[in-house]
């Protein structure tokens, strides 16, 4: 049976959501009607304040204040200038953390999959969990995983970038 995430999924840990998050899939619907959906394959975890690599690490700013928010929340921010990357907000409200869906298993890239899934700052502080024109599914999948360090965040310092909170699906 294929069932929507409610925001109980993701009102957990990052470290409990992100790699359960792997194998579900994200749906997208589309002005036309038409419903995009792409398995997800990769996600990485950011944990709070003090994690160098979490953007609240640098204090409450607006574009930090949805990873304060509920659990569900869709956080979208422009990378580089010129990338949109999609976050689910996660834990406890007030609790800064979240979860970077990274891949897709067509588009092997945060940017590549929103790209793919039209998603540009119009989703940010919208919810997975009731948000008409995206959400997340569980069709039952249950792929297995590894681990491996975050990518891209270098300026976090060794002990956050070496962190093996990226899970990576292995089949």
């Known amino acids: 049976m294929i069932e929507r995430l409610t925001e109980e999924f993701y ?3 990052c ?3 992100a790699p359960e998050l792997v194998g579900k899939v994200i749906c997208r619907r589309l002005p036309d009607g038409g419903i995009l959906r792409e398995r997800i394959v990769e996600t990485e975890a950011y944990r709070g304040s003090e994690d160098l690599a979490c953007h609240a690490s640098k204090g409450r700013t607006p ?3 949805l990873l304060y928010r509920e659990s ?3 956080y979208v921010y422009l990378c580089y200038g010129m990338h ?3 976050n689910v907000i996660t834990g406890e409200r007030e609790d800064p953390q979240g979860v970077l869906i990274r891949a ?3 588009h092997n890239g945060p940017a590549k999959l929103t790209k793919y899934l039209q998603i540009d700052k119009s989703f940010n502080g919208g919810n997975f969990a009731s948000h008409p024109d995206i ?3 569980d069709d039952g999948c249950r792929p297995k995983l590894r681990t491996d360090v975050r990518v891209g965040i270098d300026y ?4 956050w970038k070496n962190m093996p909170w990226r899970w990576i699906a292995d089949d």
């Open 156 to 159: 976090a310092g060794d002990y």
């Open 72 to 74: 569900g929340v869709i």
């Open 11 to 13: 009102h957990r840990d």
């Open 15 to 17: 470290l409990e959501v």
């Open 63 to 65: 574009r930090t204040e």
């Open 84 to 86: 949109w990357l999609m």
């Open 104 to 106: 897709g298993i067509v």
């Open 135 to 137: 959400w997340i599914e």
